[in-house]
């Protein structure tokens, strides 16, 4: 995504890994882990909770992420990323 919004918009790519990330680890744990235990509507309402919490979490934190990933690059002097690398991991290339 960096690539791709040519290193700009940090929030898109903070915010838009919680919602995908987080989606699938709610949708994976909650269900092998209270199945059976929790009723249907109960683990689908932890489920969305969760979720939620998670990425709102995110959101407050991105003016925190904003000024620590600001501070680094001014340090650190250094801000690239890698335009020729191909970053998909489905291949068998080294």
């Given at each position: 995504?960096?690539?791709?919004?040519?290193?700009?918009?940090?929030w898109?790519?903070?915010?838009?890994?919680?919602?995908?990330g987080?989606?699938?680890?709610?949708?994976?744990?909650?269900?092998?882990?209270?199945?059976?235990?929790?009723?249907?509507?109960?683990?689908?309402?932890?489920?969305?909770?969760?979720?939620f919490?998670?990425?709102?979490?995110?959101?407050?934190?991105?003016?925190?992420?904003?000024?620590?990933?600001?501070?680094?690059?001014?340090?650190?002097?250094?801000?690239?990323?890698?335009?020729?690398?191909?970053?998909?991991?489905?291949?068998?290339?080294?």
């Amino acid at each position: 995504m960096k690539v791709l919004t040519k290193g700009r918009w940090l929030w898109t790519r903070t915010i838009g890994s919680t919602i995908v990330g987080q989606g699938i680890d709610s949708i994976i744990f909650y269900p092998i882990a209270f199945a059976g235990i929790w009723e249907g509507e109960t683990l689908a309402t932890v489920i969305a909770f969760n979720w939620f919490f998670k990425v709102m979490v995110e959101v407050v934190m991105t003016p925190a992420t904003y000024a620590i990933v600001g501070w680094l690059k001014r340090h650190e002097h250094v801000d690239f990323y890698d335009t020729d690398t191909d970053f998909t991991p489905f291949t068998l290339k080294d």
